[in-house]
């Protein structure tokens, strides 16, 4: 027995050094041929795939056009009275035209005394500030570019696109300059309340990451065209959670050009005044639409025969005319009539719904440029 327990110690003690040895070899042959290393060969790749060929000629066409804009605000120090300007923020974006024309969102240069815009070659220019609507989260500034002037973006539609179609967007997300983040529409026609500002309709919905700093740069298709103006996230982090908004294209494309032309956006006119207070007294009493209070001599309304209402002798409001339908779209008060307005032209043709005495009536009338 005493043999047996002899033999089975000598095996185990065996069985243990080879096992050891086993597990250390790799730490001895690095030990003894690490003096030899010598960098490991690279492995071959083939092509690109077209997606990523695709997205690298998006990036390169569209990198130049796209601007890095940097604010301040000018402050008082009542101890020394002196007024100084202070860093505000960062924001993005891009070149509209050839005359120096840059669009932005409007909160990216709200109260700033002063923005200077970089273009991607590094050099920077002061801006002036052409005009803004808040309405719409734009701004327009314009830059003095003399020579070797970047170009402007080629423009492209957003009325046709469809959820999944493939995005980009570009901007300078936390300083970080033209940074390129990809995803897809995830939905289309999205509303979005800024803070105590008005509501911003028709949005587009990416999932393409958008931070803080990308405000303002372009949302692109797949084909490089612009379909978007990156407003605005959803996020209780402050960061992207991969719900972003943009400004579509076509909106884009009606407000810009007017803020050029005259420095502030209006929709088409029909030549009537509203008021948000009556729309609550109207509601009150269980009606919805747009109550007209007023209408301008010579202006569309009173050449269509709209009726305004008017004080009786006593002084009691007697209501006239309630817009309750435009060109068959129900309208429930007077901000859904000038966001039904704000997607017309002037010049166009439309078709009101008004309640009249009671009686639903139909009063064919056309649109006015902005008073």
Do not use: C
């Not at 590094?122 to 801006?127: I, Y």
């Not at 939905?187 to 949005?203: H, Q, S, T």
């Amino acid at each position: 027995m005493r043999g047996f327990l002899a033999r089975l110690s000598a095996v185990t003690l065996a069985a243990l050094i080879i096992v050891t040895v086993w597990q250390s070899l790799p730490l001895l042959q690095g030990m003894i041929l690490g003096r030899f290393a010598e960098p490991r060969p690279v492995t071959p790749r083939g092509d690109l795939m077209e997606l990523e060929k695709t997205t690298i000629a998006i990036f390169e066409a569209s990198r130049d056009s796209v601007v890095f804009i940097t604010t301040a605000e000018r402050v008082f120090d009542p101890w020394t009275r002196n007024a100084y300007d202070v860093p505000r923020g960062t924001g993005s974006g891009f070149v509209w035209d050839n005359l120096g024309h840059v669009v932005t969102n409007h909160h990216v240069i709200a109260g700033a005394s002063r923005a200077v815009v970089r273009l991607a070659d590094g050099r920077s220019f002061p801006a002036r500030l052409v005009g803004s609507a808040p309405e719409h989260d734009l701004a327009v500034l314009q830059i003095g570019v003399g020579s070797d002037r970047p170009p402007p973006i080629p423009l492209g539609t957003s009325a046709d696109l469809r959820v999944g179609q493939m995005v980009l967007a570009i901007g300078n997300p936390f300083g970080l300059d033209w940074t390129m983040t990809t995803g897809i529409v995830s939905a289309l026609d999205r509303e979005l309340a800024e803070g105590n500002g008005p509501v911003i309709r028709g949005l587009i919905q990416t999932d393409a990451a958008i931070n803080p700093g990308n405000s303002g740069g372009p949302l692109l298709d797949s084909a490089g065209r612009l379909i978007g103006v990156n407003t605005a996230i959803y996020s209780p982090s402050g960061s992207s959670a991969g719900i972003g908004f943009a400004v579509p294209v076509e909106t884009v494309n009606r407000v810009v050009p007017q803020l050029i032309a005259t420095g502030r956006y209006a929709p088409p006119d029909i030549g009537a005044r509203f008021d948000p207070r009556a729309d609550a007294l109207i509601a009150r009493a269980g009606l919805h639409g747009a109550p007209v209070l007023g209408v301008r001599p010579g202006g569309p309304a009173e050449r269509a025969g709209l009726r305004p209402a008017r004080l009786s002798p006593d002084g009691r409001l007697i209501l006239g005319d309630v817009i309750i339908a435009l060109d068959g779209r129900p309208i429930a008060d007077s901000a859904a009539l000038r966001a039904e307005l704000d997607g017309r032209s002037p010049g166009e043709r439309v078709t009101l719904r008004v309640l009249r005495d009671g009686a639903e009536i139909e009063i064919p009338l056309t649109l006015a440029p902005p008073a």
